[in-house]
């Protein structure tokens, strides 16, 4: 345990260094070396990249929660703009909202439906006439393929309990966060850039909440714990499929040292970062790899259509 | 509808803000007026400020945060090393030792958001080196503040709260700190502008914000397993009194809003260093204020006294 973890942190603090030594020019290639090939990312390419990703979130949310999509909402949420056509959302049949027992954990999800739904229309409108409409999404077949692809089993369903939907929702916010936290650099606009940190950090405080609760209704079982570890090291795996760096820690107990040289403190991971405690960073490249299932044409899993906008 | 035109509002005068930056920046030095929650990061370092000035800043919170959670993990502070040449004294209350968790649970969360503030406070005295500058050593820090801190907040009549002694006082502990230094990273990061140096300012903006969300998740689980709402009440005053410092920028937590963020927009709030130094001196007042609160002697560094 102790020494696969070692393992683990030693190829992260190598990959680490591996990319401060290559510095920006190789973030740079990295990030163009994907379908999206334009020569210069604009500040609106990025916006809209984000807006894709946050109808997913949103739609993930206001479904688990709410039971509609958010163009059903009572307030709706437009997912057809600038005169495009929104595509559709496959959902499971006979689609019903999570059956939520635990209260908290029914905040929880509303909570977090309303805010993915407000950064939804903050980036219509910070966008304008600019913004993209909903690409076509998947929030049936996407689960069962990803929890395939990660051992967990055939099939998997978000919405059919408290602890399923919370598993649902770890396979989103962690990958938010590094989504703008590599995006960040690629933005010009100081205006721009502070609302995408202000975005990164709700992400964040959304995937601390859902590692917080997962671990209290996991209570030491590991049940859910070791769910997240396979979901973690999918992620890993789509982002870089040689397998190195690993750029995702799912949820469980490492020995740290604190201010001792060397010191045997239990630790819950529950915050998603690498050996400087620095939250991971994702180029759009490799994030679109994991939404799509590392589909070679960036379609597929919960995009079966691919993305809107330039960066797809 | 009304929060349509809002949002239309307020995108209308981000553009005019675009438009006329460098105006606005020169009005914030001159005037120093508080920035609007939200948007942040469109403002301007004072001229003289460089990257390292503004990452010696965030060491020194860093050292507060790394003291506050490794004597609560450990009963112990930082190591002289990782203190740096010079450093101040921290300043504890009596008969310290780690916080009794008892069966809370809480102790891996506070093992895990010590290291990690420990892993920050290294990782920035690097950087700061990295960049051809040198790392301010940990200034003189008090950690009995609190107790003063609680009164100041009508948590307590006399100056009696310590965070170390128990799981839920350290809770309102942590709650102290979290939410300030996502707002103090997400106001700094436009002050950056070194890229590289900005992501990785990025990066700890997240990591602080995974730290808040937990803490606040545990105020809010703790509070209903009991069936007890006195924390979240105590927190809620904290996070009033932070308000009253820092130029608003907080929610209140309830079960169904743990996410500190503007209203509005669901987009993490920002501040501005004034507003940062007026919570950790713990003093209102405008200008010239140097020092007090956790830091009573100031801040090491250029950036040590409010100029608003």
């Known amino acids: 345990m102790a020494t696969q973890e070692t393992k683990q942190l030693d190829e992260i603090i190598s990959s680490r ?9 190789a973030l740079a290639s990295i990030m163009l070396s994907g379908k999206a090939q334009a020569a210069t990312l604009t500040d609106n390419d990025v916006l809209n990249f984000a807006l894709n990703l946050e109808y997913l979130e949103a739609q993930f949310y206001n479904l688990a929660a709410f039971g509609v999509t958010i163009d059903k909402l009572t307030t709706p949420i437009p997912v057809a703009v600038n005169g495009g056509t929104a595509g559709n959302v496959t959902l499971k049949p006979a689609f019903t909202k999570v059956p939520f027992s635990n209260p908290l954990i029914s905040a929880y999800a509303a909570e977090t439906a309303v805010e993915e739904g407000k950064h939804v229309t903050f980036l219509q409108s910070a966008l304008g006439s600019s913004a993209v409409s909903m690409p076509k999404l998947d929030l049936y077949n996407s ?13 998997f369903d978000p919405f059919a309990s408290d602890a399923f939907f919370l598993i649902g929702a770890y396979i989103f916010e962690d990958v938010g966060v590094t989504a703008y936290h ?21 992400e964040a405080y959304h995937a601390g909440l859902i590692r917080t609760a997962i671990n209290a209704l996991d209570a030491g079982s590991g049940t859910l714990a070791g769910l997240t570890q396979k979901i973690s090291a999918t992620r890993s795996k789509l982002a870089n499929p040689s397998g190195t760096p690993v750029d995702d820690i799912g949820l469980t107990t490492v020995n740290v040292s604190l201010n001792a040289s060397s010191g045997s403190f239990a630790a819950t991971t529950f915050v998603d970062a690498d050996a400087n405690s620095i939250a991971f960073s994702r180029t759009p490249a490799q994030i679109l790899s994991i939404v799509t299932g590392g589909a070679t044409n960036n379609q597929g899993v919960f995009f079966p259509a691919g993305l809107n906008g330039t960066i797809k | 509808m009304e929060k349509v035109n809002e949002l239309i509002r307020k995108a209308v005068s981000r553009r005019t803000f675009l438009a006329g930056a460098g105006t606005a920046a020169a009005t914030l030095l001159a005037g120093c007026s508080s920035t609007s929650s939200g948007g942040g990061g469109g403002t301007t370092p004072p001229p003289g400020i460089t990257d390292n000035d503004i990452l010696n800043f965030a060491l ?34 009596g008969s310290i030792a780690a916080v009794p968790w008892g069966t809370s649970g809480f102790a891996q969360y506070a093992n895990e958001i010590a290291q990690d503030e420990v892993n920050h406070v290294r990782f920035i005295q690097k950087a700061i080196t990295s960049n051809g500058g040198t790392p301010v050593a940990r200034p003189n820090i008090d950690l009995t503040f609190f107790a003063p801190l609680a009164v100041a907040a009508g948590i307590t009549t006399t100056p009696t709260f310590n965070p170390f002694l ?10 102290v700190f979290e939410d300030v230094g996502v707002t103090a990273y997400h106001g700094a ?24 969300a937990a803490i606040r998740t545990l105020l809010v689980g703790t509070a209903a397993q009991a069936n007890d709402q006195t924390y979240v009440k105590i927190a809620n005053q904290v996070s009033a009194l932070r308000g009253t410092l820092g130029g608003g920028n907080e929610t209140t937590l309830t079960t169904g809003s743990i996410v500190a963020a503007d209203t509005t927009n669901a987009i993490a709030f920002s501040r501005t260093t004034d507003q940062v130094l007026h919570i950790v001196y713990g003093a209102a007042g405008g200008a010239g204020l140097t020092k007090g609160g956790f830091f009573p002697n100031g801040l090491n560094g250029k950036i040590t006294a409010t100029a608003s």
Request: a negative charge; zero cysteines.
């Open chain 2, 166 to 175: 128990s799981p839920q006082a350290f809770l309102i502990g942590a709650f």
């Open chain 1, 17 to 25: 260094r591996a990319m401060m030594l290559m510095g920006g020019t």
């Open chain 1, 182 to 202: 590599g995006a960040a650099g690629a933005i010009q606009s100081k205006a721009t850039l502070g609302a995408a940190a202000g975005i990164l950090a709700v």
């Open chain 2, 189 to 212: 990061a436009g002050l950056l502008t070194n890229a590289t140096i900005l992501g990785a300012a990025a990066g700890i903006l997240g990591v602080e914000a995974y730290h808040a």
């Open chain 1, 143 to 155: 689960f069962n393929t990803l929890a395939n692809a990660a051992g967990i089993g055939p099939a």
């Open chain 2, 60 to 93: 020194n919170l860093e050292y507060l945060e790394a003291e506050f959670y490794l004597y609560a993990a450990t009963g112990k502070g930082l190591s002289s090393a990782d203190a740096g040449t010079g450093a101040g004294t921290t300043t504890v209350p």
